[in-house]
């Protein structure tokens, strides 16, 4: 293993919560990022800790999709995911 690796991850961690930390303090209301903590599961941080939730859950099934398909450039489309999930938000906004 690289020695700068370790390094790059760290790097990579402190800047997921320093972001996580000023988007839970931006809004309609701004919050300073030194009370986030003392509002810590109101309204905005969970909202926050879900799009990063999201965000990996996406990135990894596109890892996925990309590994079993053995295709750098495989896409929902290729499995038809993307017409399903048109006709699913039709059907939501007709019904």
């Known amino acids: 293993m690289n020695a700068r690796v370790p ?5 990579l961690a402190v800047a ?17 990022v030194n009370e986030v903590f003392g509002t810590l599961w109101n309204v905005r941080f969970p909202r ?27 896409e929902p489309g290729v499995v038809g995911v993307s017409p399903a ?4 938000a039709a059907a939501c906004v007709l019904g």
């Open 7 to 11: 390094v790059l991850f760290g790097g």
């Open 16 to 32: 997921v919560v320093g972001v996580g930390l000023l988007s839970a303090s931006l809004g309609q209301y701004g919050i300073p």
């Open 48 to 74: 926050v800790a879900l799009s990063f939730v999201v965000g990996a859950v996406l990135g990894v099934a596109g890892a996925v999709m990309q590994g079993i398909f053995g295709n750098p450039l495989a």
């Open 85 to 88: 999930a048109a006709v699913g």
